[in-house]
């Protein structure tokens, strides 16, 4: 039995080599903070789920915590290292303000986050949009940062998926299926997150960074170190908009 | 069972060759929803390819992203056709159009729009009252909404029946932001708007 489950891992393995890759956009003029700035991180927006067989994603309510505590100790662990006066948030009555205008600015950070992930990654190109990265969160975000005396706002979002065993099982029969010349292989649990640097006295989406990974466990907290130094660890200044486009791919 | 909604940011997947074109509508004198409504955008904008669920009486525009702003043209609906595509689910269908109904029947049409083809779990109208569009007798409908990524939204229509026919010019965007930002910009449109 244990050489049977072997196998199939090893196979899994083999089929699909575990890489990383990150992708990160600024705007013209931007500079990473530094000096005596104030930053928040937001109570970073985890789901960590099961893959069935069939594809689908069970969310897992122990596998999301346990992610989103390990994914907090790294950030304050890494961004101790940073200067500035950083508050990393482990809930939403941390950050400080009105708990649901906090709420408000989270949701709409999701919305313009998926839509910089859409028309800036995924190929839906705005022709408006062709040379600039001018999301914004508005005013409200401006409000919130003379309130709470921060210079700005960092958001985290991160979603995993954990093959199941007879998603894994379904994986094998594929590969072997490729051998005979049926090659329909699913994917596996995977890995997909961003960041985006808010100034919170313009408002403006300033950097944002993605990543894609097969490899790594963010249940874990080396895992969770990983993904927060492959998402923040580098964050390049903006000296051109095209150039600002800076790309990393990583073997695991 | 609920599924996890997995952002698909696949770095370096290949996939641009399959999206979807927008195609820029510049500051000028434009037609929109096949040739039906003319409009004068003062500024830029991105035409939204047609997607399934849209009918052919239809057009979309954004500045941000359909996720935040949405511009909306419906031009010369005929009775018994509906604003967007129909599901073969009974519980997806939304009413159809009827060149009989009243101001209350189009506002009702376009909140089970939301509720059904949305997902919005609140939906509030804020404003009903008689306005011109298209240099006729027609209706402006204003409504606030929290959809299915519970993001609050705001949403201004115009509407009017012609010829039997619904022509409507609405926008739609993310309470925080996007909706106010483009309300100037659609009511300086919906203003000088006419037949195409």
New interface residues.
């Given amino acids: 039995m244990k050489s049977a489950k072997l196998a199939l891992v090893l196979t899994g393995a083999l089929v699909l080599p575990a890489c990383t890759?990150?992708?990160q956009m600024a705007d013209v003029g931007f500079t990473p903070p530094e000096g005596n700035y104030r930053l928040l991180v937001m109570r970073p927006d985890v789901?960590v789920?099961l893959l069935t067989a069939g594809g689908?994603?069970?969310?897992r309510e122990d596998w999301t915590d346990q992610a989103r505590a390990n994914i907090i100790t790294a950030l304050r662990k890494q961004q101790a290292g940073r200067g500035g006066a950083v508050k990393v948030a482990s809930a939403r009555e941390e950050v400080g303000g009105d708990p649901a205008m906090v709420a408000?600015?989270e949701?709409?950070h999701?919305?313009?986050g998926?839509?910089i992930?859409?028309?800036k990654?995924?190929?839906?190109?705005?022709?408006?949009?062709k040379d600039r990265f001018d999301?914004?969160?508005?005013?409200?975000a401006v409000a919130f940062g003379a309130a709470s005396g921060f210079d700005y706002a960092l958001f985290l979002?991160a979603?995993d998926?954990f093959s199941s065993t007879g998603r894994v099982a379904l994986q094998a029969v594929s590969f072997l299926g490729c051998m005979v010349g049926v090659c329909i292989m699913p994917k596996g649990g995977?890995r997909?997150?961003?960041a985006s640097l808010v100034d919170l006295k313009t408002?403006q989406v300033v950097w944002f960074n993605?990543?894609?990974s097969t490899a790594g466990d963010i249940r874990t907290p080396e895992g969770a170190e990983d993904l927060v130094d492959d998402l923040l660890g580098r964050m390049e200044p903006g000296a051109m908009a095209k150039s600002a486009e800076t790309?990393t791919?990583k073997k695991a | 069972m609920k599924t996890l909604p997995i952002l698909a940011i696949a770095v370096g997947l290949g996939l641009a060759a399959c999206a979807p074109t927008y195609t820029l509508v510049s500051p000028a004198p434009t037609l929109a929803a096949k040739g039906a409504i003319k409009v004068s955008p003062s500024l830029a904008w991105n035409r939204v390819p047609k997607g399934a669920s849209n009918t052919k009486w239809e057009e979309n525009w954004t500045r941000n992203g359909p996720v935040l702003d949405t511009l909306s043209f419906i031009g010369g609906l005929p009775d018994g056709e509906a604003i967007t595509r129909q599901r073969r689910k009974d519980d997806q269908k939304v009413p159809v159009f009827r060149a009989t109904m009243s101001p209350p029947d189009l506002v009702s049409m376009i909140e089970s729009f939301y509720r059904i083809r949305a997902g919005a779990s609140i939906f509030e109208t804020t404003v009903v009252e008689p306005a011109t569009f298209l240099g006729k007798s027609g209706l402006r409908f204003d409504f606030s909404y929290v959809g299915g990524d519970e993001v609050k939204r705001k949403g201004s229509c115009l509407m009017a029946i012609i010829d039997g026919k619904l022509y409507l010019m609405a926008l739609d965007g993310t309470a925080l932001h996007y909706f106010g930002a483009a309300l100037p910009e659609f009511e300086a449109m919906a203003a000088t708007a006419t037949l195409g």
């Fill in positions: 890759s990150t992708k789901s789920g689908s994603v069970e969310p408000d600015l949701r709409l999701k919305a313009v998926a839509s992930a859409r028309h990654y995924l190929g839906q190109k705005l022709p408006t949009k999301w914004t969160l508005g005013r409200q979002h979603e998926s995977q997909s997150a961003y408002g993605t990543l894609s790309s791919q």
